[in-house]
């Protein structure tokens, strides 16, 4: 007795498994993700913007020490499509578990359709070029050989000798002989990676199945509805005739719509949707009406089981299909099988209409169950259908001009190209996509890989030739900006900017041409177009508003943002909003930004945000943070951001008070960047003048002239003229159109007092300086130099000159605890005093840091007992600071530690600048 196939348990969750995933990932990228193959990313670039790190008051001189913080802007980049192997071989094994089922269930076919069948299942194979495996020749046929062999032979045997056998068995054995035939072909394949041209040959085979299946339930919908529609008006004796006809009328109607879309003639005043959303009512209504047909007919080609076994499949595989085809961006598949679905639609919906009317009207509308006679008598009447549908699927095929013919042509050329492209061979997937853009035209990956794989070998200009071709002939998104960014990368940024302009014509309100045109516009300084198209209030994309608000920072508009961004890149924006306008930095932002970076992987963000965080003025011991900074540099991937790191650990150093640390690193940052020499030493110059030392801060300005720097401004002719540089004063004001500072009209004589006095601030001694300040006027400029003496010279300077000092400064300002503290017990020995006195002047808990704070210098040597140590701490110090009483301290150092020819030698160059009368 013939084993029946039972539809047990197992075997409805399998099926419905297979369908619902199917539908699952179909529905997603025919609704959210349509192109998913299309990978627009955004990339970041860096733009720096100035912000006011310290500020210098030098009486009337006043400026700020600007270093750079960054922005973040975001570019969007199409790239390559992402190589799906994993999905290739899992779409692969789905085909080919749905083939072994079907030809089980082949084997419970009649003769004739087992032998139809047959014939159709090796027409499959023939077409599916697994003969390109090259197994004993270049496309010889072993391949299909070996196929037909692993396949047909149990498949025949079970039909003719082993009909009582049990399907799971006969499952089983096809399996074994269709997989082993498959592990022998990639065996055997001389091809590279002949397992992956299996997996996307596969394709072609899951096509034809899927086809065979649409085409099988070509009028499913409409005679699933009739059969609704009868069902629900039994004994109601309502005009069905009528509703049919309305409805038929509606769908051939919405069909008709869909083809003209699919042929891109008609411009329709209403949406229209993509066929392939039938398939689920084709899938639903398909199985109401093959449950009639099984129950009605005696003429079917096998079991009812085994039918509806093989719909539940085959709806499963064009379910699977519709996500292979959106994966893998065939175009030519997805459009091949939408002008198919309608044309089976068209044609078998409206002849079952017509086998309706012919057969049916006169009992349509009795009321009777008409619907237990759709089928019956199952005769050439029925066939008819299938003989009309097919005839109008040609006069369809003719008026659409033979289209399927040459979307089947680049559907094979896709799939050889995506093989050869996910085995990294560039140039034959070049070749094949270009082919297969040349025969069919809307097939945007095609033309995208041709050119992004011609960039990769090496081959620009045809590159950007197919870039044209495509924007006039086919445009598209990706290709556009592809285009637009390689000029970009060749300078010819107005030619992209052509491009992009010319490209929202075509796609208005497109955020991705949007974002990187108002960026190109901002680059050639067309600043307001730039603000005004990204402020398009129906553009709501994220990266778009960061960018506004990062060029509005950059252009020194800062917004106020109304809301806590919680990106790290909008973060970072926000901070460098901040730093720019010289305020305190939230610190509920700066320790979401820590946090970022903990877990960020991106070496530009990187750099950007800890640049941004430590660009404030932190008087806390740096080690913790420049040993974070160094260790980042020593990773490989941070290579390109190593002196980015640098100069932000130099910014850190500086904050922390470490100055003779950060002029050495900045001079030495110049000597390894000659490109940014010119920042880093007019950086330089001005630390330096921040501490009065106008002569080396003279020398670094010129050093930085020299690589480039044109900014000089007033304070930078003031400081030449400190420094004793008369001459280079006028030639900068007359070269660079300086203007003169106010000071020299306005301030009156006590100004000019004030500067001759501070300009040789350091050289001179305290008692002297002390005595100057005596004679000057009451003015702000007094108090100013009644500050300075006791943070550079109180240890020349007894405790009744400190008090005096102390009152004179608590009469002007605001007294302070911390100089009274000091001023009573000035005793640099003293562990309270020098805290009190370092708290004062903010100068951190490192009393060398800073070479130009004298007294500091003085209080750390009274911690070392050996000469020598005090020599190295003296010597250190006087590398920048000309403090009379400091190289003194080192000569006597450098006797007592037996080194008189170095204190010989500092002896002499200390009587440069002190008489012999005042040593």
């Known amino acids: 007795m013939k084993t029946k196939l ?81 999905e290739s071989f899992i779409y692969a094994l789905l085909v080919w578990l749905a083939a072994v089922s079907v030809l089980t269930l082949l084997t419970e076919f009649k003769k004739a359709y087992f032998i139809l069948g047959g014939i159709i299942w090796i027409i499959l194979l023939t077409f599916s070029n697994f003969n390109g495996l090259n197994i004993g020749g270049q496309s010889a046929n072993y391949p299909l050989i070996i196929l037909l062999a692993g396949t047909l032979i149990p498949l025949i045997y079970f039909h003719l000798w082993g009909q009582k056998i049990h399907l799971a068995i006969k499952w089983l054995i096809i399996f074994v002989g269709t997989f082993s035939a498959l592990a022998i072909l990639i065996a055997k394949s001389p091809i590279a990676n002949p397992e992956i041209y299996l997996s996307e040959h596969s394709l072609t085979l899951g096509f034809g199945l899927a086809i065979a299946w649409v085409f099988w339930n070509g009028h499913g919908i409409l005679s699933g509805i009739y059969i609704l529609l009868t069902r629900a008006n039994r004994n109601l004796n309502l005009n069905i005739t009528v509703q049919i006809s309305l409805i038929t009328l509606i769908y051939l109607g919405t069909l008709f719509f869909i083809l003209l879309g699919l042929r891109g003639e008609l411009r329709l005043p209403f949406p229209t949707f993509s066929p392939l959303f039938l398939l689920l009512p084709l899938g639903l209504f398909g199985w109401i009406s093959i449950g009639e047909k099984v129950s009605q007919s005696d003429e079917l080609i096998s079991t009812p089981a085994v039918i509806k076994a093989l719909h539940l499949i085959g709806l499963g595989l064009a379910l699977w299909l519709v996500w292979k085809v959106k994966l893998s961006g065939n175009q030519p598949a997805e459009e091949l099988f939408k002008h198919l679905l309608v044309y089976s639609q068209i044609g078998f919906t409206l002849f079952f209409y017509v086998y309706l009317l012919a057969n049916f009207v006169s009992v349509m509308n009795s009321g009777k169950a008409i619907d237990k006679i759709l089928y019956k008598p199952y005769s050439l009447v029925y066939y008819h259908i299938r ?98 960014d390689r000029l970009h990368q060749e300078n010819k940024v107005f030619e992209a900017i052509y491009y992009l302009e010319n490209g929202l014509a075509i796609f208005p309100n497109e955020p991705h041409l949007i974002n990187n045109l108002s960026l190109l516009y901002a680059k050639v300084n067309k600043t307001t177009e730039a603000l005004e198209l990204m402020a398009q209030p129906e553009i709501k994309n994220a990266i778009l508003l960061s960018n506004r608000s990062a060029l509005k920072i950059k252009l020194g508009k800062p917004e106020a943002s109304t809301s806590r961004k919680t ?55 740096p080690s913790k943070d420049l040993n974070l900074l160094d260790s980042l540099g020593q990773t490989p991937e941070m290579n390109a951001y190593i002196m980015s790191l640098q100069e932000t650990a130099v910014i850190r150093s500086l904050a922390a008070g470490r100055v003779s640390e950060a002029v050495k690193n ?11 020499a010119a920042y880093y030493l007019q950086l330089s110059g001005s630390i330096l003048a921040q501490n009065l030392d106008f002569q080396k801060a003279a020398m670094e300005f010129i050093a930085a002239e020299e690589r480039g720097f044109q900014g000089f401004d007033t304070h930078h002719w003031s400081i030449f003229g400190l420094a004793g540089m008369p001459e280079k004063a006028v030639e900068i004001r007359e070269k660079y159109n300086v203007l003169l500072p106010i000071y020299l009209t306005a301030e009156g004589p006590s100004a000019a007092e004030y500067l001759k006095i501070i300009s040789r601030f350091h050289q001179s001694f305290a008692q002297t300086l002390l005595s100057q300040w005596r004679t000057l006027d009451e003015t702000e400029l007094k108090t100013d130099i009644a500050i300075r003496l006791i943070a550079y010279k109180a240890h020349g300077l007894e405790t009744d000159d400190l008090k005096e000092l102390e009152k004179y400064i608590s009469g002007k300002i605001d007294s302070n605890e911390d100089l009274k503290t000091f001023v009573a017990n000035p005793d640099l020995k003293n562990k309270a005093s020098v805290n009190a006195f370092t708290s004062w002047i903010n100068s951190g808990k490192e009393p060398i840091a800073n070479p130009y704070l004298s007294p500091l210098i003085i209080s750390e040597l009274h911690n070392k007992t050996d000469p020598l140590d005090q020599y190295e701490i003296l010597n250190s110090a006087t590398e920048f600071n000309h403090d009379p009483i400091l190289w003194l301290k080192k000569i006597k150092a450098a006797r007592e530690s037996g080194l008189d020819k170095y204190a010989d030698e500092s002896l002499e160059i200390l009587k440069q600048w002190v008489s012999d009368d005042e040593l």
């Open 567 to 621: 990106d790290l890149i909008s973060q970072l924006n926000e901070l460098a909003a901040s730093n720019a306008l010289a305020n305190i930095p939230d610190e509920e932002l700066v320790a979401s930004i820590k946090k970022h970076l903990k877990s960020e992987d991106s070496p530009l963000l990187i750099a950007a945000g800890w640049r941004n965080v430590l660009t404030e003025i932190n008087r806390n011991d």
């Open 387 to 484: 003989i009309g549908g097919l005839i109008v699927i040609l006069v369809l095929t003719t008026y659409t001009g033979g289209i399927v013919g040459v979307q089947a042509s680049a559907l094979t050329s896709n799939i050889l190209a995506d093989y050869y492209y996910q085995a990294d061979k560039k140039l034959e997937a070049s070749i094949l996509y270009e082919n297969a853009w040349m025969h069919y035209r809307k097939n945007p990956k095609a033309k995208f890989l041709t050119a992004q794989l011609l960039l990769d070998l090496k081959q620009p200009t045809l590159a950007k030739q197919h870039l044209e071709e495509s924007f006039t002939e086919a445009p598209q998104i990706d290709n556009i900006l592809l285009l637009a």
């Open 6 to 86: 039972k539809t047990s348990i197992l075997f409805n969750i399998i099926a419905l498994l297979f369908i619902i995933s199917g539908g699952l990932f179909a529905l997603y990228y025919l609704i959210f993700d349509p192109q998913p193959y299309v990978s627009i990313q955004a990339g970041s670039f860096l733009d720096t913007i100035a912000i006011p790190f310290d500020w210098v008051q030098i009486g009337p001189i006043s400026f700020p020490i600007k270093v750079d913080n960054y922005l973040v802007f975001q570019e969007f980049k199409a790239l390559a499509p992402e190589i799906h192997l994993t």
């Open 666 to 676: 900045l001079n030495g940052l110049a000597f390894r960047n000659p490109n940014d």
